[in-house]
Structure formats: C-alpha cells, structure tokens
C-alpha cells in the first residue's frame, strides 16, 4: 500500500509570508507551487522550486483564477478559451524555473476555486486538461478523486492523480463542504488522522450530514496555511508508515 502527501506551496507573497513550507517540506512528497495569480510571486517561485529540489520532493504547479485579493477562493467568469490561456502562462512560468534548476515539472494541480469547478464542470474540466496535456503531456494531472476533472485528463490520455483531502469536509455528492459551512475545516490531529485512515484504508470519507462516500485516492492533500499544517502532516505520515503504508510521490 502506498499514498503521496501533497501540500499547497510557495503562497507568500513579496514581504508577506503565508504558510509553514520550510517545515512541510520535511515530511511531504509533493509540492503544488503558487503560481503568481492566487499568490506567490517570480521570487517565490523561485526560492521555492530551489526548496522542493534540495529535499528531493516532487514540483508541480498549482494554477489558479487571477484573483490575488480573494486567494483563488472566488469563481470568476471567464470562458474555456480563458481558463486554457491562463493555465498555459501559469504553468510554464514555474516549467520555466525548474528547467533552471535542472529539475522536472511533475504535476499540475488546480487551486481553490478553479479546482472545484473543474470538480463539477465538464467544459471548465476540458480546458483544465488541455492546458495540461499540451503544456505538460507526460506530467500527471492532480483532481478530487471521482471529479470531471480526472475524467477529462483520462479522455486524453494523461496520467492522473486523485486526489482526497485530510483538512476539509466533503459533501454528500464526494465534492468539498463550502468553507462558508461551519466545520469545513478540518482543525485537530484527531479528526484528521481518523478521515484519513479512512481513506487510506477503506477507501471511504465520512460526509458532514454522516454518511459514507466511496473513493480511491493517490494523494492526500495538505493546506500549509492551515493551523500547526507541517505538524499535523508529519505525525500523520509517522501513523502512516507505523502501519506499512509506504509513502511515495505519484
């Protein structure tokens, strides 16, 4: 049995600092890097693919709406034509950064509110995978596990990775609980490890209204602005690897 602990990264932004990535990248395998349009910026960006390379974690980017007052969490109008371009720019600006350090770009991954609707929307889903497949073709498209998103990125032959999330709530339909709901967020070590031994093991979630939702996950998403994140995710890997999972990138 093996799983892939991603974590979201590289969010600060000029002398604004967001997140534990020094500490994350101790215990991660993955790393989904902000791309300058939800945060992050070029020296970021940098600095963080050099962090990602030095502890031998894989890059992946991490595009998102342009939409840096709201940190991606808001839906914005914009046709596929427009998602698919700013996926393009964002994407080989951090392809751009790894070819200096002689490292891969491994991964792409939506964020916030982009992956959701790729979550739920077959056409937004389309050009998500577009953009991938023809920017990235043999990298490995990250989405919530049994979403649009992964069926989009299979139609056209990517490799795939679902994805499941130790810090959030999910729904009754297998999408994420609105961060408007109360208990959206996942906050103590206990209620995390107990949904992901869950996930990781009977391949199920436990939805806010109680009930169970099927699913299979690669990874197990972090978010590094989360409270005590670096230490939530070492003590689970620890608990993890206690019980022969063998934790590895995709």
Request: hydrophobic share 40%; glycine share 8%; charged share 25%.
């Amino acid at each position: 049995m093996r799983i892939d602990l991603n974590a979201d990264v590289g969010e600060s932004f000029g002398i604004y600092q967001m997140g534990e990535d020094e500490k994350l990248f101790l215990h991660i395998t993955s790393a989904n890097i902000a791309c300058g349009f939800h945060a992050g910026d070029f020296n970021v960006m940098a600095a963080t693919v050099k962090k990602a390379k030095e502890h031998g974690v894989a890059i992946g980017a991490h595009p998102a709406y342009p939409d840096l007052q709201g940190f991606g969490r808001r839906e914005l109008k914009m046709s596929p034509r427009e998602i698919y371009h700013s996926l393009i720019y964002q994407i080989g600006a951090l392809k751009q950064f790894c070819e200096i350090e002689g490292v891969p770009l491994h991964h792409v991954k939506p964020h916030g509110a982009l992956y959701n609707k790729a979550a739920e929307s077959k056409i937004v889903a389309e050009a998500v995978a577009e953009a991938v497949y023809d920017s990235l073709p043999n990298g490995i498209l990250f989405g919530l596990a049994g979403s649009e998103l992964i069926q989009a990125g299979e139609k056209l032959g990517l490799k795939t990775a679902s994805e499941a999330f130790t810090d959030r709530a999910y729904a009754d339909d297998g999408k994420l609980a609105s961060r408007e709901l109360p208990n959206a967020v996942l906050k103590t070590y206990g209620e995390m490890v107990a949904q992901v031994r869950e996930i990781v093991f009977n391949q199920r979630v436990k939805t806010v209204s109680g009930n169970w939702y099927s699913l299979k996950a690669d990874t197990l998403c972090f978010h590094s602005d989360s409270e005590n994140a670096a230490h939530h995710t070492a003590q689970i890997r620890k608990a993890l690897e206690k019980e022969g999972v063998k934790v590895i990138h995709v």
